[in-house]
């Protein structure tokens, strides 16, 4: 059972290179003309508070056991989720976040090899509500594409963080987590194919049925 708000939450996904920062933006606007009434927050993970943004500064460079790398997302998420993404959605608000529990399946399960089951655990623990529901996106938008077309646009643009100098084997099995994510939450996923052009993708985006 998934928690109910009268808000509405998306979030983006997909490995390093995938494109997802190319559109966020631009969505967000667009989602702010469909529904003028609602306002839309923009926000991000690890982040999104003054505590999750410290926390991001150590998880984007700090090497750390996968444990406490784990651990720590998921208290940047706790935050996340009380101060920011919980009091917006009960206020009728679009909260639109740049990653969230799908990206700690798959960098910190699929690529770096933490059991899922702790993984479900912690999802459970920093997610679960009163009433047994699990908060989760109402959407979730899933930039997928090979490893290796990600890792050729990433080696074009920018100096790569902690994760972003992983190899492909790592981006190959980050991808594949949040494949069996979508797969296992059909309903929640709109997989788009990366490899298309940004053109073709945001005309895709633009046709997103949106169920608010
Ligand atoms: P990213 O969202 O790609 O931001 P930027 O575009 O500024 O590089 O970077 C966040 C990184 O954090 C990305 O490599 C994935 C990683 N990450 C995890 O490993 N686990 C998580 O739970 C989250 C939210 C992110």
């Known amino acids: 059972m998934t928690a109910n708000f009268p808000g509405y939450f998306i979030s983006f ?8 920062s190319t559109h966020i933006d631009a969505f967000c606007k667009l989602m702010q003309e469909c529904y003028p009434n ?16 410290q926390l991001r500064g150590l998880l984007l460079d700090a090497p ?40 700690s399946f798959a960098y910190q399960g699929g ?4 059991s899922i089951a702790k993984l479900n655990d912690l ?3 920093v997610q679960g509500r009163e009433d047994g529901a699990l908060l989760q996106p109402n959407l ?10 990600a890792e050729a646009r990433r080696s074009k643009v920018r100096a790569p963080d902690k994760f972003e100098k992983m190899d492909l084997n790592f981006f190959e099995k980050v991808r594949q987590e949040y494949l069996r994510r979508a797969k296992e ?16 993708i945001w005309n895709g985006l633009q046709a ?3 169920n608010f």
Request: hydrophobic content about 40%.
């Open 140 to 149: 979730t938008i899933l930039f997928d594409l090979p490893g290796e077309v």
């Open 64 to 103: 750390m056991n996968l444990e406490t790398e784990a651990l720590l997302m998921f208290a940047a998420r706790r935050e996340h989720l009380a101060q920011v993404i919980e009091p917006a959605l009960a206020a009728g608000k679009i909260v639109i976040s740049d990653r969230f529990t799908d990206a």
């Open 208 to 210: 997103l049925k949106i």
């Open 13 to 20: 996904e997909g490995i390093d290179g995938a494109g997802k």
């Open 38 to 53: 609602h306002e839309v927050v923009v926000t991000r993970e690890p982040g999104g508070t003054p505590l999750g943004e």
């Open 111 to 114: 690529g770096r090899g933490l």
């Open 185 to 200: 939450d059909p309903q929640r996923f709109h997989l788009v194919d990366a490899t298309q052009t940004p053109e073709a």
């Open 123 to 125: 999802e459970r623990w």
